[in-house]
């Protein structure tokens, strides 16, 4: 079992920068990919970000790319998403999730951290 808190979402005006955090704990995470996820109100969740635990590689949607950066720190088991020049429109519930690196699909989800980007 993986279990994942995040923390550090809140409210900020657009144009403005956040960084959400998620502490991993329970497995050793060599071997797995994490991903940050988003879900607003009345809406289906959309993937944000990944990065490989071990090789560092990183994908990442294209609503994200340029202004985001998932990043890992692996002395405090923790991934970060820093988003930057935020917008309305990213105002969501941002999850971390775990699979297993040679899984398609997700298997550990956290409960979430809520952004809210005012205008």
């Known amino acids: 079992q993986v279990q994942l808190v995040e923390s550090g979402g809140g409210l900020v005006q657009a144009g403005g920068s956040l960084r959400i955090s998620c502490a991993a704990s329970?497995?050793?995470?060599?071997?797995?990919?994490m991903g940050w996820f988003r879900q607003a109100p009345g809406k289906e969740r959309e993937f944000v970000a990944a990065?490989?635990?071990?090789?560092?590689?990183?994908t990442y949607a294209d609503s994200a790319k340029g202004r985001f950066t998932i990043s890992t720190d692996h002395a405090k088991n923790t991934v970060y998403l820093q988003m930057n020049n935020l917008k309305p429109e990213d105002t969501a519930t941002y999850h971390c999730?775990?699979?297993?690196?040679?899984?398609?699909?997700?298997?550990?989800w956290g409960q979430g951290t809520q952004v809210t980007v005012s205008s």
């Open positions: 999730a775990a699979r297993y690196v040679i899984m398609p699909h997700y298997d550990y």
């Open positions: 329970g497995r050793t995470l060599s071997s797995y990919a």
């Open positions: 990065i490989t635990w071990s090789g560092g590689s990183t």
